[in-house]
């Protein structure tokens, strides 16, 4: 079973606008949530996180916010700059076993 | 500052023939150390990870095993290869001390032939 889902596999949005990616979660316990970017054939880098107490992070250019109710939380990049076009991965870490669990990722294309 | 390094970069293996990637970190002890996988439209699949020497907790039932016999050293193992082992390999490492973000290394691309 999926315990951390990015239902929208692409998204594309104009150079200067708001990217919004979303993520949603099953389980209750996770104490952190994780965004991460990933280049064809690298490794995936560190983005922002969120602890499951707050409800926005901010850094930046990129926000995060978490709707515990919904189990929900977005990542927003403002403004987008054709760098982001990437690949962004949502993750979650329950402290009770230290285990990371990521969505499948959602590829991000930044138009010109 | 820590590293993290794995190797081999790329590496092409017919089926059935063993396979060992390895994974080192460096400038922190005692991290919380991971395997992954990136298969087409998988996303990042945790195979393996280990909060110390000698402990595996394995995720996913297959062919492929995991031993940490170093306190920052992970390999990534299998007897006889599989068509469908065939991916990304992701190593990383958390500070145990912070505990709420991991790190990944360069990646390794294995295709089974």
């Known amino acids: 079973d999926q315990q951390v889902k990015q239902n929208s596999p692409s998204l594309s949005v104009q150079e200067g606008r708001i990217s919004i990616l979303n993520c949603d979660y099953t389980n209750s316990m996770f104490d952190y949530f994780l965004w991460y970017k990933k280049y064809p054939a690298e490794g995936p880098t560190f983005l922002i996180s969120?602890?499951?107490?707050?409800d926005k992070n901010e850094d930046g250019r990129f926000t995060v916010f978490l709707n515990k109710s919904a189990k929900h939380l977005s990542l927003h990049i403002v403004p987008s700059q054709p760098g982001d076009s990437a690949v962004y991965f949502c993750a979650a870490l329950m402290n009770r076993d230290d285990k990371i669990i990521f969505g499948k990722g959602t590829r991000l294309h930044i138009l010109p | 500052s820590q590293t993290i390094h794995q190797w081999p970069a790329t590496l092409v293996q017919p089926v059935g023939s063993p396979l060992s990637l390895e994974c080192t970190v460096e400038g922190t002890s005692n991290p919380n150390l991971y395997w992954y996988r990136q298969a087409a439209g998988r996303g990042l699949q945790l195979l393996f990870y280990?909060?110390?020497?000698?402990?595996i907790s394995s995720e996913v039932p297959q062919n492929l095993s995991a031993s940490r016999p170093q306190d920052r050293q992970f390999i990534l193992s299998s007897k006889k290869l599989l068509l469908s082992d065939s991916g990304f390999y992701l190593c990383?490492?958390?500070?145990?001390?912070?505990?709420?973000?991991?790190?990944f290394g360069e990646g390794s691309w294995l295709t089974v032939v």
């Open positions: 969120i602890s499951s107490i707050k």
């Open positions: 990383a490492w958390m500070d145990r001390g912070r505990r709420n973000t991991i790190y």
């Open positions: 280990s909060v110390g020497i000698g402990q």
